[in-house]
Every structure is written in C-alpha cells, then in structure tokens.
C-alpha cells in the first residue's frame, strides 16, 4: 500500500497551477488535504501521472464573506471552516455539517472543497451544496466560470468541472433569520460516511415554510434534491403530521442500492426518519418547536 | 507560510524540511513518500506505527503544527516547512513521563500497544483545546483511533486519570 | 508522580508485604511503549534488507495459463522477481497436520503456481530497494488467468456438482466426522419434545492491529537464517521453516546423516528420550485420521520422509525471533505461506529479506473465521428438564487449512464443548469442513465459541417454546457442585472449577428484574425495544489433564510447558519462558510470580520470550489460555526450584538450616533476623567467584510443568442489556456484565483487560463485522471502510464480578484470555431476541438486519 510514483508539483500561484493543469489535463490530479486523493493512491486504485498540489497558493486560504454570501476557498479545511465564528453565522448548515466528516484528525487535513470536487455521493458536503444552492467556482488557464451545485454533481465521483479546471471556491448564498437547516445521517458506526443522510433547510414566513430543500447523500450516484417533498410542505405550517407526510414520499421516491452495510430498504427507511428528524430541527432553529 | 513553486519529476527527491520532537531535519525524498515512512524509515521514529495505510485505524497519528494528522494520508513534501510531534516526543527532557503517558500508565490502558502511539497524540490534542471533556467528548474525540485489546474503557480511564494528573499538577 | 493522587504498585516496589501476585501492578510494558520504544517486527530494517511483495490473485477461483516476469525483472531498484513455481521447487509442501477420521486434509505449497483458490493467492514474490519499488514491479508482471467456476458460500461447498478446489477431495467436503455420546437414538425417543432450528454464524477475521510480518536475514558467511517474525509460535515456526526449506532428497539426507556419527548418537538419545517420556501417547494416538488422509492421497509420505531426514542432516537449523507483537487472536498462530516462501527466498539469493504484511493483504488472507452453520435438535421435557443434543455442523475453512491449526481441530474442540455445563444425557455430533474460495480460516479467540452461541441461543429458544424464563431454564440444569458427575459427558473430568453455576447464579442475583420491566417500557415510549439476554460457558484454561485425551488420544504430546530459572555471576535474575506474548502482559505477570517466590523486587527479574536461541521449544508458544495457568505455572515452579539452590548456599554462609531461611527484598535471612542476611546477590558473586564463571548463570534450574492437580476450567456467565432503535436499527448496550471465574488472579488490572477485549470483539462480531465475500467469492470488505471494528462510541464500559474459585493447586491461575469473545455473541443475540420477541437464527445482526426481525422493513 504505498503511492505509485509521479511527478509532483508545488505551484505557488494560481496561475502556474492552472498552467499545469492545461498542460496535463486528464494525466494530473489536484492535491488540496489528500484525505480523499491519497487513499485511493496508496490502494493504487489511482495512477495519476502528475499530482498538483496547491497546498502553497495564498489566493485558495480565504473564508470571506460578500453581501452575506460566504465563500471558501479551495485550501480551506475542514477544520478551520468548522471553528470559523464567520461560517457558524453566515453558513449554519454548513457548520451542521463539519463535525459528521470522518474524525478529527481527517478534518485537520481534508479541504471542504476538496470534498466537493471529489463528488463522493455519500459524503455530506456536496448535499449541503445542493441544499444550500451554493455555486462552485471553477478556473482554466483560459478563464473562469461558475457552476451551480445543481448543474455540479453528474454521477459517481464525477462532476462538471473539466480535466484543465481547477475548482478555486465555493460560495453559498445568504442565510436569513428565518432559515432553518439541519445535517442528520446515520452511520454504521460514529464518523463513517453514512448508509444515509439528509441536508435540509426550510424558510419559514408568518409561520409558513416559504421554500425547502431536502438533499439526501448516501442513497444515489450522486446527493439528490427530493422536490416531491419540498413541495408538500412549502405553502404550510410545520407539524409531526406534515414533516411525516413528506418522509412518505421521501421514502417513496428514492431508489437506493443495497450494499454490504445497509439494503436499499433499510435506506429508504432511514431517509424518511431522517426527513422527520431533519425538519424537526430545522423548525426548531427558528423557534417553532415540532 | 509562503512556500515557493517546486516540481520533481519521477525519481527526484525533495528536500523537505522539518521540526521533528524540537530537531530541525532535512530529508531528501521521493514525493511519492508517505510523512510516516519517512518518520519510520529516515527520521528512525518508529514509535509511530502504521496500522492500515489508508487512514482509518489512526496509528499513525502525530501532531503537524499541534493538530493531529494521519501520517499515513499526507506526503512527506507536504510537511515541508511544518513542526511535528510524535509519540517519542512527548515525554520531558529529564525522562518524565507526559501526563497523558502517565495517566495511561497508570491506568494500564494498552494490551498489544500498537494503537498506542495515535491513541497518545489524540488524547494529547484533546486535553490541549479541552482540558476537562466529559467522558463521552473522550469518547467521541478517540473514535478515530481503532484497538482492538482493550474494549476502549482503560482507554479511556487513562485520559481521564491524565486529566486528573493535569489538574493536581496546576 | 503528582501530589494528591494515588499511582498504586509499580514494578519498582519490593516485595515486602502482601507480595505482588494479586496486585494491580502496573505494566512493565508500558515503559518502552508508551515512549515509543516497542520492538516490532517493522520497526527493525537492517542495512541492506530487501523488501518483499506479493503478487496476488485478483479472482476467486482460475487457472493460471501464464505467468510474464520480464518486465518487471527488468525494472530499477528491482533485485529479483520469484514465480511461484520457482519458489515452490526449493520448498517441501505443507503437510497435513491435525487427521482425524473422516478428514481429508490436502496438501499445498507456499506459492500458487497452476490454479488460485481465493482472491488474494499469491502468486509471485518481487525483492526490491523499497516496499514502493517492489509494489511498481507487482503492477509490471503479467498472469493469464482462466476463470473457474468459484465456491463462494456452504450451501455451494455441499454442493457436490461444483467445481473442485481439490482434486482428491469429495467434491468440496474435506471432512465428514460423527461423534456420539449415551444412548442418542433412546434419549431422543423418551423425551417429551424435541425442537430444532438452524443458526447461521458469518465471517469474521482477527484482524490485530499489527499486520503479519517477516525479517530473513541471511549470516554471509554461515548461510544461517534468522528470521524476526510475528509470530505466536516462534520454534513451531522455526521447525516448519527448517523442514519445509529442505530441498534435498530423502536419501542423499540419510546418508549425510548416517555418516555423521555424532548427529547419530544424538538423535538416538533424544528419541528414546521422548519415546520413554511419551510411549503412553505414542500407544493411544488412534491412526485412523492417518489412515483416513492416506486413503485420498499418499504423498504426505514422501515429504514427510524427505523432510525428517533433511532435518536429521542438518547442521544448522534457522532461528526465530519474536520482539513485541501487536495482537495476535490466534491469526499468528499459522505458518504463513509467506513465511516461508520469504525464507525461501532469503535463502536462495543470499539476501535479507523484508516482508510486511498491509492491512489490504491481512483483510485477504491474514487470517479469517467463523463461518459455521449448526442445524441443532435438542430433546427436552416438558418440565425444562434437558435430555438430549444433537447438532450438524458445517465450517467454511476458506481455500487452505491453516497449518498447523485447522479447521479439523475446530470439530474436535467442538465435539467436547458442545454440551456446554448443563447436564445432557446423550449428544451427536456430524461435522463437515467444507472448503470455498475464500481466505484461510484460522482460530479466533475462543476458536470453538460458535459452540457457545448456537447453544445458549437454543436454550433460549427452547425457553420460548416451554414458556420458561431463560434464566431458570439455565439454573435448572447447570451442572451443579453439589450433583456434579465425575466427568462430562463427552470425556474430561469435573472438579469445582466447573463453577458455570456459580457464576450463573451471582449474575442472576445482579439482574433487577423490576428495574428492566420499567427499562423496557420506557424504550418502548421512545420507540426504542429493550432486551436482555444470558449466556453461559465453560472452557478447558488448560482443562484436566484428560481434557486433550477426550479431544484426540495423543494429541497433548507436546502440551508441556518448559521453563528456565537462572541467577547470572551479576546477580541478574533471568527467566526464560517458551510463551510468545502478543498484548497479555506476560513480562509483568512473570515477573510479579517469579519476584514473590524469590522474595525481590519485579526490577530485579528479567524476563526472557520469543527468542528460539535462548527459550525452550514450545509447540503452542502463546494461545489456547495456557499463559496464566501453565506459562506462569512454570515460571513459579522454575523460580521456586532456584530459591531453594540459593538459600542452600546462603544457609550456609550464615550458618543456618536452609529450612530456617527468608528472602525478604532480596535479602536472604533467619526468619525473624533480617539484620544478619546476606544479599542474594553477593550469593551469585561468591559462586561466581569460586566457580570462575565471570558471565553466565551461576544458578540454573530448567523444568517442565503439565499444571498440577486436576487441572481446570474457566467459566462465566454474560448478560448483556440491548436498546434498538426501532426507525434506524441503531443499537446501544446500556449494561454489559460479565461474571467471571479464572481462579485466583494475577493481576486484575490485566484479567479485566482480557475480559474487556473479548466482549468488545463479541459486540462487533454481532453488530458490526462481517467479512464479506459476495455470490462470486470476491471480497467486499477488503479495507477498513468496510470491515467495521468498533469504536470507543460503540463498546461500552463492561462491569465485571470475580469469583475466583481456589483448588489445591499450587498454580491455581485458569486462562481468562478467549471467555469474552465466547459469551458476548450468545448474550448480545439473546438480548436482542428478547427486545424484539423474536427467535434470532443468525449471528449477524446490522442495523437492517435488526429493522426486519422486527417487522418495520422488509427484507
């Protein structure tokens, strides 16, 4: 279980790094924390012929704040953005978050962005995207661009972003005083990466949930948005009776894999508890106790 | 921390430099190599341990600028520039025992003892940011660290024993 | 250390007072490793080693076509690439070792060089600079394969139209055995019902947090290998290595040896030695199992033959080193087939050689177990009264026998435990070994416990049926001191360590049945389900002096332990023990029994272990819960012996009757007049002098130790208390308690360590551990992503009760390593049995599995 050789590259501007990654596009992998990449390398399930690592560029290593939108930058990690007062107030939700990413010392290291360019279908981060309708920053050494959360995440460990693009940051948009959110999963066992899991949040005006958005991770190829069940519960008061409505057809519309850890009955059983639990709190952050 | 741009090829080596238990060291490696090889094999530490290599069972955990890391998930170049403790530096200069050794001395927390070291440099970390955790912060703080002698609880009495230790020597 | 808080007894106090058996003492341990001094195996890399990978089998079951080094030869850094059928030429085949009737054990070499039997076998050995090197050579060397069809599960290993892992097996079945005891066929007839079931026991493996290893250095000039190992059994491992490297025939052996007069004599001595010692074994070992593998295959013969005499030539014989192991839980127990093809090798290249096991090739084939299927019948009265047993058993061994403790042992064990401590009248036992494509089965901890689940978890069943609460089911027909019968009934011998009933009686008397009626009924307001569940056992820790009788005529030859005592010219005390300790402590225990019966402090005793040059042969080396009660029996007889030579000499230079003297922290004395003593060391100086020995043992006693008095079980009874959450299928274990009876102990600190461990493998085996192997034989747990060990957030805190039943013996300490693991999964899975009113047949029980037993999602 050690690396298979490559060639390695610091660069210390962005620009180098885009320059590299034009040059070896599809040959070249990003090194952000490595919690993800290096695994996958050691197991040698991975060959990259080039690794990038950006750990040394000064524009990726902001946690920011623009009218109200909280942006990460692509060194940021897990750890950091997990005792960022600026994060806990402009990105609850995503602070909800942190502390489920495996353990501690993986925290230390892995990048929040990282984990979202990694588009790992049952890791929490890239929900929490899809939820918070976050928009992912891309750059090529020909320009930049932006991609919403929505139009990010293709599949298994597959996303929108191009060889030659390199993801600088994430943004995710305004929180207000009448949101709610929630991170809720359950795991075989304390920091593994969940049999199923729920990033929710719901605005809630008068009384009435205004918009909600329910992503699940763990259940597909990639974090998936029910909108069957946001829509039975914007345009009404939150209760038990109504958050138990939408887990039925939380539970009715998903279509999990079965694996070794859980069968896909067992998913869909977990996602509708979940999609009570994770209402529940979300209503509860804004003082509506369910 | 403002690293200049570097690149090696396949089979170059590095230079890498650190702050090793205090010492300044220069390591000359492949990037390919693991923070823990080199901590084994060049820096001749091997109180840390590799359990699994891919970042699950924490034996190979030190602490990178304080904060714990996986040795087995990082590169030796990407420790360039940084400090690192590991199991054999925690004790004093004049042998004393840390009070983290200590307590799970005391409280003879390990069998087999090869989870030891990650189990050390967690519990040392936590004690930093948390002097006084309840049993279930211990608890959920060493969940990143796989034994399988002990069944955890002597594990644990042995960072609670060091809490106590922390709080007499005040 | 610190003001204000109490450290209790380190290794460093005398022995004044109360002495330090029964003390919790410190580990002497701890001083190297919690500084990050351990000594394992990885730790040492020579100058110049070379290291070792395997190339291994990516499918489950194929032929190899072809097999294409050249590149990988050929790459930088690389010292040479060994096929298979290259390493197999300069090694002997692995020889059946454990025959039985009815057993066919087949015989395999180190390397696979025609067909692969699991995901995993390797295939070819690369030496390269670095471990990174010799992987890059692995991906550069080309296998035809040519797929088989694979054996993945029992049902296709009974299945006789399979294709066959081994040719002159039938079909897939490598042992079909009957045992019975009383009258089966009349019990069954007179008792009033008869209930059955099937239970299901899934994969599992050891899995220690230190992976297999091997250093080979080769001595440039003598050729003589040293090899630095994991193991459990280093001179088991030493001997194997030394007959399995034998690669020249038989005859040229024989001649070399014939010619040597000296080795002549030698061996002759030795072997009517061992002949008058174990004539008795020798005439009752039963040569039916010989009879039964010859019967399929003759071959063992001629590599017996060839190995015997290769042995009987030799000049030199390798050693085995054995530093700090990081667990063990009997996966390195086995010679490991890349044990000796890293010998191999060493040898043949000149070169030391440098193999690590990681943690993707331990989840391959670094030891698994478990997979068993019992179809049990138990005749029962309608009163509760238990009649009779009758169980058919199958066990997945995997595509190899482990060598030398196979899958057969397992029938064996099981056919004397299986009726546990209750008094049945009549027991059948039908095993069958079935081999499939998957990793080698190995003992686990407790290797026979599936034996305790599949009964406790029937006498729950039957409790259910006759509407009896489980608890009173077990106390009624417990055996019982009082009514106790000279014998089970499957062989060895009873005495008042068969305190089953004790220990269930005092964890009965702990169970507030109010208190879990209220417990219960809260759960369920939360939506949770609360049971619980008992379980008892007993197992031979080492058992009576006939329990090895019972389990094969002869087969406790080699059950022994040997020891040695020795005061060097400097006063050291030294003791040597034949154990090869892998997280239970033996240095600190040894020294805590070795310094009270010499009177000193544990500082002052040395504690020698794993080093074939200086220890005694040991066939077991540490396993099987011999370490308290003979290991340590031992080290008391050896030291105790030595005192006495000591205080010979001493009463001497002071003038006094030997009978009159003490030796109290060191100090050798007339009982009562400690003033006018004499220092046990200056004894070993005055001899020293006198003798003219400057370095070297001045006192030097060896013995061999069989346990005294009637020997001994250990017993307990577990009760574990199970929430399940019935939306998630989450469990937590609010109370886990175990009462336990290993005799008098040591030192509680390490016996309630081995008690927790145990459970705490218990408790994953049932929620959290499966080895998985999917329809093809392909493993799907193959990293720690998906092989779960629990963590500090899953086992809880474990109570604990001692009872500590004294006989006469003079080492009364009984094994206590293996009992948490052979309770905690019948206990567990009767505990979630009753929290969800249902019979649990298997013993796997994740979240999902739990939410379909109870009835919220469908399977």
């Not at chain 3, 196979?406 to 209750?422: D, E």
């Amino acid at each position: 279980m050690k690396n298979p050789p490559f060639n390695y590259h610091r660069p210390a501007t962005l620009t180098e790094a885009l320059d590299l990654l034009a040059a070896h596009g599809d040959d070249a992998k990003v090194l952000a924390g490595g919690q993800s990449l290096l695994p996958v390398m050691a197991l040698r399930l991975g060959r990259p012929d080039h690794v990038v690592d950006i750990a040394a560029i000064d524009e990726l290593k902001h946690i920011a704040t623009a009218s109200g939108a909280l942006s990460l930058g692509a060194m940021v990690r897990h750890a950091q953005a997990e005792t960022s007062p600026m994060v806990a107030e402009h990105a609850p939700v995503v602070a909800a978050a942190l502390p489920h990413v495996g353990h501690r010392a993986i925290r230390n290291r892995g990048t929040v962005v990282g984990s979202i360019a990694h588009a790992d279908a049952a890791a929490e981060m890239p929900a929490v995207c899809l939820t918070l309708g976050a928009t992912l920053h891309l750059a090529s050494a020909t320009g930049t661009r932006e991609i919403a959360a929505a139009d990010f995440f293709l599949g298994f460990f597959t996303t929108a972003a191009l060889p030659e693009e390199l993801v600088t940051s994430v943004t995710f948009p305004p929180w207000s005083a009448t949101s709610g959110g929630a991170v809720v999963e359950i795991s075989r066992r304390h920091g593994d990466y969940a049999m199923c899991g729920l990033a929710c949040a719901i605005d809630v005006a008068d009384g009435v949930i205004e918009s909600a958005a329910l992503s699940f991770f763990g259940v597909a190829s990639t974090p998936i948005r029910v909108a069957e069940a946001e829509a039975i519960v914007v345009g009404q008061r939150p209760s038990p009776a109504l958050f138990a409505q939408a887990a039925e057809v939380v539970a009715d519309v998903l279509s999990p894999d079965s694996d070794i850890h859980a069968t896909a009955n067992h998913r869909r059983q977990i996602a509708a508890v979940l999609t009570r639990r994770g209402l529940a709190q979300s209503a509860d952050q804004i003082g509506i106790p369910v | 921390m403002n690293l200049p741009s570097i690149r090696a090829a396949i089979g170059e080596t590095i230079s890498v430099t650190t702050t090793i238990n205090g010492a300044s060291r220069r390591f000359d490696v492949e990037p390919r190599r693991s923070l823990a090889d080199v901590i084994r094999d060049e820096a001749g530490l091997t109180g840390t341990h590799l359990g699994c290599e891919h970042g699950v069972c924490g034996a190979c955990t030190v602490l990178l600028d304080g904060e714990p890391v996986r040795s087995c998930l990082m590169l030796a170049v990407q420790a360039d520039g940084t400090e690192i403790t590991t199991i054999e530096g925690l004790a004093n200069a004049d042998g004393s025992l840390h009070p983290i050794q200590q307590g799970m001395y005391d409280a003879m927390s390990f069998q087999c003892a090869f989870c030891s070291p990650g189990f050390l440099m967690s519990a040392v970390a936590l004690l930093r940011d948390n002097p006084n955790p309840s049993t279930n912060e211990i608890r959920e703080e060493l969940s990143g660290n796989l034994c399988r002698c002990t069944g955890y609880q002597s594990i644990v009495e042995g960072v609670e024993t060091a809490v106590r230790i922390m709080g007499a020597q005040q | 250390m610190t003001p204000g808080y109490e450290t209790g007894p380190t290794s460093d106090r005398q022995t004044s007072g109360l002495g330090f058996v029964g003390q919790r003492v410190k580990r002497v341990e701890d001083e190297r490793f919690l500084i990050g001094k351990g000594n394992f195996v990885a730790d040492l890399t020579p100058d110049g080693v070379h290291h070792a990978a395997f190339l291994r089998s990516p499918f489950a079951h194929a032929r190899i076509l072809s097999i294409d080094v050249t590149a990988a030869a050929a790459l930088p850094g690389v010292t040479r690439v060994f096929t298979a059928a290259e390493l197999n030429a300069l090694t002997n085949p692995i020889p059946p070792f454990f025959m039985a009737d009815g057993v066919y054990t087949p015989l395999y070499s180190c390397m696979s060089e025609d067909k692969v039997r699991h995901m995993g076998d390797p295939v070819a050995l690369v030496l390269a600079e670095s471990r990174y090197v010799a992987e890059d050579a692995l991906e550069l060397i080309e296998v035809d394969y040519e797929d088989l069809q694979p054996t993945a599960t029992i049902d296709q290993g009974l299945d006789t139209s399979r294709e066959q892992l081994w040719e002159l097996a039938d079909g897939n079945v490598l042992a079909d055995t009957s045992f019975e005891f009383g009258d089966v066929d009349k019990t069954f007839a007179d008792a009033d019902r008869i209930i059955t079931r099937t239970f299901e026991c899934p994969r599992q493996t050891n899995q220690p947090m230190e992976t297999r290893g091997c250093i080979v250095l080769v001595d440039p000039d003598s050729g003589h290998l040293e090899l630095h190992n994991t193991s459990q059994a280093p001179h088991f491992l030493k001997w194997a290595i030394a007959a399995l490297l034998v690669n020249d025939g038989a005859v040229r052996n024989l001649s070399t040896f014939l010619r040597n007069k000296e080795r002549r004599k030698a061996f002759s001595s030795a072997s009517k030695e061992f002949l008058k010692t174990n004539i008795d074994k020798l005439k009752s070992s039963d040569p039916a199992g010989q009879k039964a593998q010859l019967s399929k295959d003759k071959s063992m013969l001629r590599h017996q033959a060839r190995m015997a005499m290769g042995l009987l030539a030799a000049e030199d014989y390798p050693t085995v080193k054995a530093g700090d192991i990081g667990g063990a839980f009997g996966s390195k127990g086995s010679v490991a087939r890349e044990d000796i093809a890293v010998a191999a090798a060493a040898k043949a290249t000149g070169l030391s050689v440098k193999w690590i096991e990681d943690r993707v090739e331990n989840l391959l084939d670094g030891g698994q177990a478990r997979e068993e299927r019992f179809t049990v019948s138990m005749a029962v009265d309608e009163d509760g009264t238990f009649r009779g047993l009758k169980v058919d058993a199958v066990l997945d061994q995997g595509a190899y026998p482990a060598f030398p403790i196979s899958g057969v042992a397992t029938l064996l064990f099981w056919k004397v435990y299986m009726p546990g401590p209750y008094d049945f009248g009549a027991f059948q036992l039908n095993g069958k070994i079935v081999a499939t494509n998957k990793g080698k089965v190995v003992p686990y901890r407790g290797p026979w416990a599936n034996e305790t689940f599949m009964r406790e978890r029937m006498i729950d069943v039957v409790a259910a049926e006759l509407g009896m609460d489980p608890g009173e089911l077990r106390a009624k027909n417990v055996l019982r001191e009082e009514t106790m019968p000279a014998a089970l009934l499957t062989g060895p011998t009873l005495d008042e360590t068969m305190s089953v009933a004790k220990t269930l009686d005092h964890a009965l008397s702990l169970i507030d049945n109010d208190q879990l009626a209220r417990d219960k009924a809260a759960a369920r307001e939360r939506g949770h389900r609360l049971g619980l569940g008992i379980a008892s056992y007993h197992e031979a820790a080492p058992g009576p002096p006939n329990f090895f009788e019972s389990i094969q005529p002869g087969s406790d030859m080699f059950l022994y332990e040997d020891g040695r005592a020795e005061i060097q010219a400097d006063g050291r005390i030294v003791m040597y023990t034949s154990q090869s300790p892998h997280g239970q402590s033996h240095q600190t225990t040894y020294k805590q029994v070795a310094a009270d019966e010499f009177g000193v402090s544990m500082d002052d005793v040395e504690i020698v272990w794993g080093d074939t040059d200086r220890t005694q042969f040991s066939f077991l080396g540490t396993g099987g819960s011999r370490g308290g009660p003979l290991g340590a029996g031992v080290m008391r007889v050896t030291a105790r012996e030595l005192r006495r030579q000591v205080a010979a000499v001493a009463a001497d230079m002071i003038e006094a009757s030997p009978d009159d003297i003490e030796i109290v922290d060191g100090n050798i004395h007339v009982a009562g007049v400690p003033s006018r003593g004499i220092g046990y060391r200056a004894v070993a100086a005055k001899v020293a002098r006198e003798t003219g020995i400057a370095d070297g043992p001045v006192f030097a006693e060896s013995m061999k130790y069989e346990g005294v008095g009637n020997g001994g079980w250990s017993t307990a009874t577990h009760v574990a208390w199970v929430d399940i959450d019935l939306e998630t299928g989450m469990v937590e274990i609010p109370r886990y308690l175990v009462v336990e009876d290993c005799g008098p102990i040591i030192n509680p600190g390490i016996v309630d360590g081995q008690v927790r461990g145990g459970v705490a493998q218990g408790i994953g085996a049932v929620f959290y551990e499966r080895h998985h192997y999917d329809d093809d034989a392909n493993l799907q747990s193959g990293t720690y992503m998906d092989y779960l060990i629990p963590t500090s957030m899953e086992i809880p805190d474990i109570e604990i009760e001692h009872l500590e039943t004294l006989t006469a013996g003079e080492n009364d300490a009984r094994g206590v390593g293996e009992g948490g693991m052979i309770g905690a999964p019948a206990a567990l899975t009767n505990a979630v049995s009753d929290a969800l009113g249902v019979q649990v047949l298997e013993q796997y029980l994740p979240p999902h599995r739990l939410l379909e037993l109870a009835g919220v999602i469908e399977r």
